[in-house]
């Protein structure tokens, strides 16, 4: 029936495959053991259930080959037996008595396929490949599964590796996020100083919660364009307006089961929080240009680097939105006040940055410990990390100095983009108005220099009161 050839790929397609016949008839459990042996299956016969539950025991059986009626016993009840002790393994259930009803209720019961007595080779073999594909398809699932098991393992090492430290306020800031991480549908506040690890803290809660499978959303609040805030978080149907040529999920919709993280909550506009807020209580959205709401299960987690209460005060933050917020509240200092920190945080970016670029893991200079000890820090831990970097890349010795470092002043006047980035938010106003002194009034170039939206330099102009006429914003 078969070529050569065709039997070496079956050979090699199925060689892992092991088969179990069970059935009472010798002839039939010889002839199908045969075919079975020819297309390349590692097969098993067994004439009594006794036996056939033996091999069982004793192999790594993949296909069960099952007659419905064996002696003194229902191959229906095997079937749930079998399904029961071995959930993973598939059945096909072969009958010359087969009826309707008996079908339907092999299928129900957890049988891949039913052939009726007598059948061909081909019907076999067909049934056996489909099989095989299921099989296969599982498998793939299952190596999808275990390797995003690992990723997000190793994600989650690498998350507290990185937040690390010796001070006491650190350690009592992991044990609050691991504290809050237990309590899955309860929403979080993140306050501190821009580079602090906000965003780090927020993953370590939701990859430590029940919640760490689905997806961690990080949005950045002040990074979205006032036109299309509604539609990035709550979605938006298509035709409903100029581009949507698609239906697509907001923030809200893709963080069912997760985790959805608001930076910079305090940048949003307050018509956005008034639907915010009710997203939040109500577990449901609504589509732009769309009338049917959806349910979704997500977790919220925000974080701000400004004064939240002031900005309450100033009537631009929602009080009854804090409150949704704040029922954890957990706040990081900034890398001035835990000194202590410097020191252990500088050794793991060496070693990490010195693994990355292929170089060998250079000593540190105690007067450079010392050094970085005085420095304030205004980008905190995220600019000890970029410094970190390039110093290693600069350093043509196998000691990292003082010199490598090259510490600016806050006072420098010197503008860069890098150097204001670290400052904007400890001397916000007078950044932007030197940004936009040096851009020309530029509000494209002054935004691209800031490191932030055209929109969000907007809106903090607004915010500190600073005009700029159209002339002075002139390409």
């Known amino acids: 029936m078969f070529n050569n050839t065709g039997k070496q790929e079956n050979l090699q397609l199925n060689s892992q495959m092991k088969v179990l016949v069970v059935d009472d008839e010798i002839n039939f459990t010889e002839e199908i053991e045969e075919f079975l042996q020819n297309q390349g299956y590692i097969s098993f016969t067994a004439n009594n259930v006794h036996k056939g539950r033996a091999v069982l025991k004793n192999n790594d059986i993949d296909l069960l080959i099952l007659d419905v009626r064996l002696k003194g016993v229902s191959g229906l009840d095997i079937l749930k037996e079998v399904k029961l002790a071995y959930p993973k393994l598939e059945v096909i259930i072969v009958s010359a008595h087969g009826d309707m009803e008996t079908v339907i209720t092999a299928l129900r019961n957890g049988a891949i396929d039913y052939l009726k007595k007598p059948f061909r080779h081909t019907d076999i073999q067909i049934a056996i490949q489909r099989t095989r594909k299921f099989l296969d398809l599982h498998r793939v699932i299952k190596n999808m599964e275990e390797k995003n098991s690992l990723i997000s393992k190793n994600l989650q090492e690498k998350i507290k590796r990185e937040f690390i430290g010796e001070s006491h306020q650190i350690k009592d800031i992991f044990e609050m996020a691991i504290t809050a991480s237990k309590y899955s549908n309860t929403s979080v506040l993140i306050t501190g100083e821009s580079g602090t690890g906000k965003e780090n803290v927020a993953r370590i809660i939701h990859y430590e919660s029940v919640r760490k499978d689905n997806f961690f959303c990080a949005v950045n609040s002040s990074a979205i364009t006032d036109s299309l805030l509604e539609s990035e978080f709550f979605g938006h149907k298509k035709g409903s307006f100029t581009g949507a040529i698609a239906d697509k999920k907001g923030f809200f919709e893709v963080s069912d089961n997760g985790t959805l993280f608001l930076d910079e909550i305090a940048d949003m506009p307050l ?120 110093a290693l890349i600069l350093c043509k010795n196998e000691t990292l100095t003082p010199n490598d470092f090259h510490i600016k002043q806050i006072n420098s006047p010197e503008i860069s983009k890098e150097n204001i980035i670290f400052n904007l938010e400890e001397n916000e106003e007078n950044l932007i108005r030197l940004a936009l002194k040096e851009k020309k009034y530029n509000q494209n170039k002054t935004a691209e220099l800031l490191g932030i939206t055209r929109d969000s330099l907007i809106r903090r102009m607004k915010k500190y009161g600073i005009m700029v006429s159209k002339s002075d914003n002139s390409e």
């Open 271 to 390: 018509n956005l929080q008034a639907k915010i807020l009710r997203a939040i209580e109500e577990k449901t959205i609504t589509r732009v240009g769309d009338t049917e709401p959806i349910a979704t299960d997500f977790r919220i987690i925000a974080a701000t680097n400004h004064d939240i209460d002031k900005l309450i005060e100033e009537k631009k933050f929602r009080l009854d939105l804090l409150h949704r917020l704040n029922t954890i509240h957990i706040h990081i200092p900034p890398l001035r006040e835990r000194v202590g920190d410097i020191d252990p945080l500088l050794k793991y970016f060496v070693a990490e940055f010195a693994r990355r670029l292929n170089k060998s893991v250079p000593t540190i200079e105690k007067e450079t410990i010392n050094m970085l000890k005085t420095y304030s820090f205004p980008g905190n831990v995220r600019e000890l990390k970029n410094m970190t970097e390039r």
